[in-house]
């Protein structure tokens, strides 16, 4: 079956409001900046995002938030984004901050049909008592909303919490190659949340550098298999950032001797 589409207005066309999206990416690597782009552009709001972050003020999931689109975010990670912390901290945005490795494993047991799961993760904390801020009063000070305490279990004379399995309406992920049956390769760091997101959606679309035809990619290469795939997009090659770029001072003569 071919998978691709002709555009990524039409990968992301049926996503309604309110929806709740998983979104691959680690920092600004691995972004589906194609599909966000298409996804403001749609206009859709009030979406639930799952991420690891939310980008940063002006690209990759920061272009929906700074327009208002994202009602609640579960992340790990605030990262450089001015604005998320903005609207966090003033009542304009639920934020469910959760454990780096937590929040991987709970796409990945949604992806498996795990429905919970137990983990030592944030045992003995307020992620167990539960009362963390997850949405703050307009205009901040104020906790609207807080997080419940969590059910704990004892194993091998240790505590462990129970966390529930993501699973998300819609998974928007950046591959490096994907063949057109949705077999997909992610290039180095960006293989980090992007097929955990993949396998946690209902309808997950790819956007991928490179399309080529189905057994031009080795079986043994493959990192996400075609069945989790719904749809493919082409990416736009040249939308990308470096989140931080630092360069090594040019060696003096005498030293590069």
């Given at each position: 079956m071919d998978k691709v589409l002709d555009s990524p207005a039409r990968a992301v066309g049926d996503i309604p409001d309110g929806a709740l999206l998983a979104v691959g990416g680690f920092g600004l690597c691995g972004i589906p900046s194609t599909l966000i782009g298409a996804l403001v552009d749609a206009g859709t709001t009030g979406l639930r995002v799952v991420s690891n972050n939310c980008g940063v003020d002006d690209w990759g999931l920061g272009l929906l938030l700074r327009a208002g689109r994202i009602a609640r975010m579960t992340s790990?990670?605030?990262?450089?984004n001015k604005e998320f912390a903005r609207r966090y901290l003033n009542g304009e945005l639920e934020v469910e901050l959760t454990p780096q490795g937590t929040l991987a494993e709970r796409l990945r047991a949604g992806g498996a049909g795990i429905p919970a799961f137990y983990t030592p993760a944030g045992a003995g904390t307020q992620v167990e008592e539960g009362?963390?801020?997850w949405r703050y009063a307009p205009g901040g000070g104020a906790v609207a909303l807080a997080s419940p305490p969590k059910e704990v279990r004892e194993f091998?004379?240790?505590r462990h919490l129970l966390e529930e399995a993501i699973n998300a309406d819609f998974a928007l992920v950046r591959a490096e190659v994907a063949d057109r049956h949705g077999n997909c390769v992610f290039h180095a760091a960006a293989r980090n949340f992007n097929p955990l997101c993949a396998t946690a959606g209902r309808v997950t679309v790819v956007e991928a550098d490179r399309i080529v035809e189905p057994g031009e990619i080795p079986p043994d290469a493959v990192h996400l298999p075609g069945v989790y795939v719904d749809r493919i997009v082409a990416a736009d090659p040249a939308d990308r950032r470096v989140e931080r770029?630092?360069?090594?001072?040019?060696?003096?003569?005498?030293?590069?001797?």
């Open positions: 790990s990670y605030v990262g450089e009362g963390l801020p091998g004379g240790r770029r630092t360069v090594r001072r040019p060696a003096a003569p005498e030293e590069s001797r």
